[in-house]
């Protein structure tokens, strides 16, 4: 199969691995996404994972906690869900290295940005807990700033949705679905595919983003050899 894409950044959100279960982690929604990983890496993509944690922890949705501690608790969880795609990806005979933007050495190795390049060089899977290491920045605008510090070609986001449209299509039946947008639209009509930070630094980077379902994991494979789902994100359209 022709690959599009070399290197990527793909961001899984923990209500992703929650499946339909809305919390914790659902094994086989596990194996299935550590599965197409392994189809990728042994067709000789290069992939970095920057994974979410909501499957444990919203700490925006907690009313009257600080929000500084709420972001740390969120960075926690973001852990959780690293090891357990540490653990299925090595099951599967996967090398993989998981670091984390919060100095935690004794499970993990410290976010150092030459050291995950070298690891991808060598076809290991690295993934990035912790999102950013500071409060008040989304995991996705943690996958935007990886994807740039790692020279990834695009980011892969995997989401619960299988696009973007210009309303949430569980509410509007009738929501018009893009299969290409800008990013100055996404911004304008404040859409809300990412965070407004993330987006801002794909664009300033030049970072295309596709956003596809991961409830069908095999979908990571065909955005890799360029089959034309979901919704490509760019500067220009």
Request: glycine residues 8%; hydrophobic residues 45%.
């Amino acid at each position: 199969m022709q690959l599009k894409y070399r290197r990527v950044l793909l961001k899984v959100s923990g209500e992703a691995l929650a499946a339909d279960n809305g919390f914790g982690i659902d094994r086989k929604m596990l194996e299935d996404i550590c599965s197409s990983i392994k189809d990728a890496v042994d067709m000789g993509v290069e992939i970095a994972v920057v994974v979410g944690g909501g499957n444990f922890w919203r700490g925006r949705s907690v009313v009257g906690m600080d929000r500084t501690t709420a972001d740390h608790m969120g960075m926690l969880a973001t852990v959780i869900n690293a090891l357990a795609l540490q653990d299925a990806l090595e099951s599967k005979g996967v090398p993989t290295r998981v670091q984390t933007a919060i100095d935690m050495r004794r499970i993990a190795e410290p976010y150092i940005r030459g050291r995950a390049v070298r690891h991808l060089e060598k076809k290991r899977v690295v993934i990035f807990a912790c999102g950013t290491g500071n409060p008040f920045f989304t995991t996705d605008t943690a996958a935007a700033l990886r994807a740039a510090e790692i020279d990834a070609e695009a980011i892969l986001l995997a989401k619960n949705v299988d696009a973007v449209y210009d309303s949430d299509p569980k509410i509007n039946t009738n929501a018009l679905k893009f299969d290409r947008i800008s990013y100055m639209d996404i911004l304008n009509r404040q859409l809300g595919v990412m965070d407004s930070t993330a987006s801002t630094l794909c664009m300033d980077n030049n970072i295309p983003v596709i956003v596809f379902s991961i409830k069908e994991p095999v979908n990571i494979i065909k955005v890799l050899t360029g089959e034309n789902i979901g919704t490509y994100i760019a500067k220009e359209v």
